[in-house]
C-alpha cells in the first residue's frame, strides 16, 4: 500500500504572493526573513496542521498529525523526511508525485501507531539529509496521510482512509538561495540522518518494525 505523491504550481497566484512579501517578514536579507504566514489545519477526525502556509524554498514545514478518533490510526513511515506523510506538488491541472523531500533510510517502511486523542509530529524539508541541505522547487504543494484503524487494513490495502492538507506554496522574495549555502537559521541533523518524526511527549503512538 503505497500514497503517491503529487505537485502543483499555480504561477499567476505565486507571483502575486512574491510580490505581496507572502507572509515573509523581511529582517536583513530575504534568507533571514521570518516568516510570518498563518499555519493551516484540515478538518476530520484525522488532521494535518502546518506551521504556515507559504514557505521559502530551504523553509522546514512543521506539521502535526491529530488524531480524535476514539481507536488507534496506523499508517507507515519512509514517506516525505522518512515520516508518515506524502509529498504532493501539482502540475498544470494534475496533482503528481514530488521526490523533494525523499527519504535515505533504505529499509522497509515501519508502522507508526497513533492513539487515540495523540498527536504527532514531523519536519518536513527538502533534499535527503539535514535542514537546508536541498530546496524545494517553486510552486503549491500538499501532504498526504494514509491510515487505517487497524495493522492488518493498513498491511492488506483494504479499509484505508487517505486525507490531505491545506494546500501551501514555496516562492521566492528575491533572489532564490542556493541549496547548502544558505545564511539562516537551522539545525542540522548530520550527515546521513533523517529530520525525525516523533510523537508529542504523553502520546502513546509507537514505531514498530
Request: charged content about 10%; overall charge neutral.
Amino acid at each position: 500500500m503505497h500514497t503517491v505523491a503529487r505537485a502543483c504550481l499555480s504561477l499567476g497566484a505565486i507571483a502575486l504572493c512574491a510580490l505581496a512579501g507572502c507572509g515573509v517578514t523581511t529582517s536583513g536579507g530575504s534568507d533571514q526573513a521570518a516568516n510570518t504566514s498563518p499555519g493551516t489545519v484540515s478538518s476530520g477526525p484525522v488532521t494535518i496542521a502546518t506551521d504556515h502556509t507559504i514557505y521559502r524554498p530551504h523553509d522546514e514545514n512543521q506539521v502535526t498529525v491529530t488524531n480524535t478518533l476514539a481507536t488507534a490510526i496506523y499508517a507507515e513511515d519512509t514517506q516525505a523526511s522518512c515520516s508518515i506523510l506524502a509529498l504532493q506538488a501539482q502540475n498544470g491541472a494534475t496533482w503528481g508525485g514530488s521526490n523533494a523531500a525523499r527519504c535515505p533510510l533504505g529499509r522497509p517502511a515501519a508502522v507508526v501507531a497513533i492513539a487515540a486523542g495523540a498527536k504527532y509530529t514531523a519536519s518536513i524539508h527538502a533534499g535527503e539529509l539535514s535542514p537546508r541541505s536541498g530546496l524545494f522547487p517553486i510552486g503549491t504543494y500538499r501532504l498526504l496521510l494514509t491510515y487505517a484503524t487497524s495493522e492488518t487494513s493498513l498491511m492488506s490495502g483494504s479499509g484505508t482512509t487517505t486525507i490531505d492538507s491545506l494546500t501551501l506554496s514555496v516562492v521566492c522574495q528575491g533572489p532564490c538561495p542556493t541549496a547548502g549555502t544558505s545564511s539562516g537559521t537551522g539545525t542540522s541533523t548530520g550527515s546521513g540522518t533523517p529530520v525525525s518524526a516523533t510523537v508529542i511527549p504523553g502520546a502513546t503512538a509507537s514505531a514498530k518494525p
